[in-house]
Every structure is written in structure tokens, then in C-alpha cells.
């Protein structure tokens, strides 16, 4: 099948860049909301957002991952992005394009929407 | 939900949090038979016979295990809508099988959507947990088996986002083979 010699291409693409890993303490983290209040509102839409505008920008040093219902039903979707240094910023009622917006803004230039954080709502 | 693969992806992370190391996910299309079967299997951790009678209820959700809550419940409800049956049998220790189905032509029947977003999502999400999804329609089956692809991949992270992408796109391309280039 051509597509599986395509995954060999990326296999060897890949293990010449460096690439963060899971755990890695130096990595900045996405945790999207995933239970079944985040799914409804839109949480795929925003996660697959995220990781687009990732892989567009060629930041390698972000780990997208998932989490259960966090008991904001009311303000899904919404993602924690938290820094190396610990610090986290709950983002609320979000859409595929504040997410990208995110990733720009927050992610690749440091600045917080702090308009979009749950404090708020 | 808008679609059913919102619903898979759901019901998914109920067996993620089962703790399951195995998840199967069955499509089964036949315009012949005018039917569409969802089938989600996993080998978590299991319910007892006690939890499994009213696990379809809404307020069975234990705010301490978070095992269950609506997820199941529109699941069900979406099949009963559409002249379809649900089922879930389960064994402690064993796992967990999840079985609804519809009349495929039946008006309020959702679109599967996007089941390519909805797989590269949980296979990166959940690099530990090994995913199988097979897809039959009546011209031809779709397996995509993330074992052979880490198998593949070696030491690559399958959450690489360049991997992620290519997940997208084998789904995208296997479902079109099935569906008469469409």
C-alpha cells in the first residue's frame, strides 16, 4: 500500500527533528476537555484545531492531551494550557478558530487572551 | 451529538477510563440491509451485574469513578430514534461490549461525520492504548490497527503531529475505497 511507504517517509523525517515527549517537563501542555459535555459542544473541532495550527507552525515543543469532564459542563468546550513553570490558564466556551487564535497568541508569543480565561465568565 | 462519531468517540473514552489496553471499534454499513451497526469493545475493567442494570441511566454517573453518565443514554436514545436496537453486555475483568444499531435511510439518523478526526484523536491522545477499527460496508472492508502502525513507526511518537495528519488521511482515503470513490 503507497500510504503505509508514505508513514515510513514520516518515520525517518521525523527522527531527524527533535521532538518533545510525553512527560517532558520542558513542554508546554494542552489538556482538552474530552467527556461527553466537552464532545457535544465542539471539543473535537477545537483539539483537531490545535494540533493543525501546531503542525502549521511547526512547534514541536507542545503536548496535546486529553481529559474527562472536569464538572464546567457549562463552559465547554475549553482547554488548560499549561506552562513549563507550572502555571495554568482555563480557556472557556471555545471555538476551532479562539483555539487557533490560542495557539498564536498564547502558545508561540506568550501573551494570555485573557479576555477568553474562565475568570471571566 | 451531531454525529456519530461524536458518540463513538465518547462511548471510546468510557473504555479509556475503564482502563482498558485494547479498544475495537466495528462499522458495519449495508444499504442492502438497509442497516448501520456500531460496535465498541474494550478490555477494561468491566461492571458488575449490579452496576450494568441501570448503567443507561443518566444519574447512574458516580461523581467519584465518572464510569458512565449521559454518554451511553444518547447513545441509546440515538438508536431507539432510528428504528435501531442497543445493547451492552459486560464482565468485571474482561471488558466491556457496546452494540447499538439504525435503520441506515431512517431521516434522524446522524452522519457518521468525521470518524478520520475522531481516530487520529484517540490514537494520539492515548499513546498507550492500542485501537482497532474495522469498517465493512457492502463493497469491501477498512481495518486501520494502531499496533501495525507503531510497529512501523518504532520509536516515533504515534502523537507526532505528522503522524496524526497521516492517520486523517488513511481513514479518509480506506472510507472513500469502501463508499464507491465517494
Given at each position: 500500500m503507497k500510504s503505509i511507504e508514505e508513514l515510513k517517509k514520516i518515520k525517518e523525517k521525523v527522527k531527524e527533528m527533535t521532538w518533545l515527549r510525553q512527560g517532558d517537563k520542558k513542554a508546554t501542555k494542552i489538556v482538552v476537555g474530552m467527556g461527553t459535555c466537552g464532545i457535544?459542544?465542539?471539543a473535537r473541532q477545537v483539539m483537531t484545531a490545535i494540533m493543525d495550527e501546531l503542525k502549521k507552525r511547526n512547534k514541536t515543543d507542545v503536548i496535546v492531551t486529553q481529559t474527562g469532564c472536569i464538572g464546567?459542563?457549562?463552559?465547554?468546550?475549553?482547554?488548560?494550557?499549561?506552562?513549563?513553570?507550572?502555571?495554568?490558564?482555563?480557556?472557556?466556551?471555545?471555538?476551532?478558530?479562539?483555539?487557533?487564535?490560542?495557539?498564536?497568541?498564547?502558545?508561540?508569543?506568550?501573551q494570555a487572551i485573557t479576555e477568553w480565561t474562565v475568570k471571566n465568565f | 451529538m451531531r454525529e456519530l462519531s461524536l458518540h463513538i468517540m465518547d462511548l471510546t473514552e468510557n473504555s479509556i477510563r475503564a482502563g482498558s489496553t485494547?479498544?475495537?471499534?466495528?462499522?458495519?454499513?449495508?444499504?442492502?440491509?438497509?442497516?448501520?451497526?456500531?460496535?465498541?469493545k474494550d478490555n477494561g475493567c468491566g461492571m458488575d451485574k449490579e452496576f450494568l442494570k441501570d448503567v443507561i441511566s443518566?444519574?447512574?454517573?458516580?461523581?467519584?469513578?465518572?464510569k458512565v453518565g449521559l454518554g451511553l443514554s444518547l447513545f441509546q436514545t440515538a438508536?431507539?430514534?432510528c428504528e435501531g436496537s442497543f445493547r451492552i453486555r459486560s464482565k468485571p475483568g474482561i471488558g466491556t461490549e457496546v452494540e447499538g444499531s439504525f435503520k441506515w435511510s431512517h431521516i434522524d439518523r446522524a452522519p457518521l461525520g468525521?470518524?478520520?478526526?475522531?481516530?487520529?484523536?484517540?490514537?494520539?491522545?492515548?499513546p498507550g492504548i492500542e485501537f482497532v477499527y474495522r469498517h465493512t460496508t457492502d463493497e469491501g472492508t477498512y481495518i486501520l490497527d494502531s499496533r501495525e502502525l507503531k510497529q512501523i513507526l518504532e520509536d516515533?511518537?504515534?502523537?507526532?503531529?505528522?503522524?496524526?495528519?497521516?492517520?486523517?488521511?488513511?481513514?479518509?482515503?480506506?472510507l472513500k475505497d469502501i463508499n464507491g470513490g465517494v
Open positions: 457535544a459542544a465542539g464546567f459542563c457549562k463552559y465547554e468546550p475549553l482547554i488548560d494550557v499549561i506552562t513549563p513553570d507550572g502555571e495554568k490558564i482555563t480557556y472557556v466556551n471555545l471555538t476551532p478558530e479562539m483555539a487557533r487564535e490560542i495557539v498564536i497568541k498564547h502558545i508561540i508569543n506568550g | 485494547l479498544i475495537e471499534i466495528e462499522i458495519a454499513e449495508s444499504r442492502s440491509k438497509d442497516l448501520m451497526t456500531i460496535k465498541i443518566p444519574f447512574k454517573t458516580t461523581r467519584t469513578t465518572r438508536c431507539q430514534r468525521d470518524i478520520a478526526s475522531t481516530l487520529a484523536l484517540l490514537i494520539s491522545g492515548n516515533v511518537a504515534v502523537n507526532n503531529p505528522l503522524v496524526v495528519d497521516w492517520i486523517k488521511k488513511n481513514v479518509k482515503e480506506g
